[in-house]
């Protein structure tokens, strides 16, 4: 089991910035891989970045050049650094992890952070 904490969401004007944080606990060295999603209100939810163990990351389109994944493994953490945000960045913001458990991937979600960007 893997339970993921986040925060750093809140309200931000257009342009600014804010960082969000999620840090794992549990099973985390069965953890192959964590990244950020996000959902608007009558949207999907989209993945937004991920970054692998060993480091590698993925972002959306929407997103690349202005928000940065990172983590840090002594305190089994990820982060997502954002910066030039517009408003159609307003969502809630979920972290993920995906776990490799007994030869089966599952997929951990944390409970959401609420992003605002005012116009």
């Known amino acids: 089991q893997v339970q993921l904490v986040e925060s750093g969401g809140g309200l931000v004007q257009a342009g600014g910035s804010l960082r969000l944080s999620c840090a794992a606990s549990?099973?985390?060295?069965?953890?192959?891989?964590m990244g950020w999603y996000r959902q608007a209100p009558g949207k999907q939810r989209e993945l937004v970045a991920a970054?692998?163990?060993?480091?590698?990351?993925n972002y959306a389109d929407s997103v690349k050049g202005r928000f940065t994944i990172s983590r840090d493994n002594a305190k089994n953490t990820v982060y997502l650094q954002m910066n030039s945000l517009k408003p159609e960045d307003t969502a809630v913001y979920y972290c993920?992890?995906?776990?490799?458990?007994?030869?089966?991937?599952?997929?951990?979600w944390g409970q959401g952070t609420q992003v605002t960007v005012s116009s």
């Open positions: 993920k992890a995906r776990s490799l458990e007994s030869g089966w991937w599952r997929d951990y």
């Open positions: 549990g099973s985390i060295f069965s953890i192959n891989a």
């Open positions: 970054i692998t163990t060993g480091g590698s990351t």
